[in-house]
Every structure is written in C-alpha cells, then in structure tokens.
C-alpha cells in the first residue's frame, strides 16, 4: 500500500536550519510531483515547495530563498531543507504526491495530490 513518511520536524530557534525527509513507497515514486504542504493552527494548509514533473521547482514567496525542496528517486525520498527559519513557520508538515497529467501538471493545489503523509512538526521560537 502507498505510505509516505515524514521525519525530522523538531523545536528550534529562529535562524536555525532544519531539513524533512518523506520515505515513500508503494507507487511510482519518479511519475508523481511531490510537494511540502504545512499548516498552522487555525490556518489552512499552504503548499510551501513543490518537484513537479519536468524539473521545474515551486516555492511560496514567503520561503523562497530560505527552503529547497530536493528528490533521489532512487531513494525513494523527498526533502525540504529549510534555513534562516522564522517563528511563523512553525507549523505541521506534510509531504505529499500527486499524479501529474493535464491540468493538474504544475498544480500546487492540495486537492490535486493523491498521497498524503502524517505529518511532522516544526516549532520556531524567536
């Protein structure tokens, strides 16, 4: 069955680097976009970075320049490496995967990823 299985959320201060992993398993790893969604309470959920099919990268304005989302399809594996982090990203984080074909292609909308993980949690304090 699809699993997809995010590490590496932890409290740190702002300024501070930390980087998600998402382990994957049970589809295609290298035919879907992948993406970093985070919601913070009474928010809704955003998607932050995205690896959609092609090689092309999206980003949120609000972290471009400070989160890198990377893929090793052999691995199976997607990580969003995040620096310079501010007390407003604290939030939860999800990976995500999504079949890409016609207009859901470079779609960063939640509702066109197929495949969510659990979740992990990023705590900035300043």
């Known amino acids: 069955q699809v699993q997809l299985v995010e590490s590496g959320g932890e409290s740190v201060q702002a300024g501070g680097s930390l980087r998600l992993s998402c382990a994957a398993s049970?589809?295609?790893?290298?035919?879907?976009?992948l993406g970093w969604f985070r919601q913070a309470p009474g928010k809704e959920r955003e998607c932050v970075a995205a690896?959609?099919?092609?090689?092309?990268?999206y980003y949120a304005d609000s972290v471009k320049g400070r989160f890198t989302i990377s893929r090793d399809n052999a691995k199976n594996t997607v990580y969003l490496q995040m620096t310079s982090l501010k007390p407003e990203d604290t939030a939860d984080y999800y990976c995500?995967?999504?079949?890409?074909?016609?207009?859901?292609?470079?779609?960063?909308?939640?509702?066109?990823?197929?495949?969510w993980g659990q979740g992990t949690q990023v705590t900035v304090s300043s």
């Open positions: 995500a995967a999504g079949r890409s074909y016609g207009g859901r292609r470079y779609s960063t909308r939640s509702s066109d990823f197929d495949y």
């Open positions: 690896s959609l099919i092609g090689g092309n990268t």
């Open positions: 049970g589809f295609i790893f290298s035919n879907y976009k």
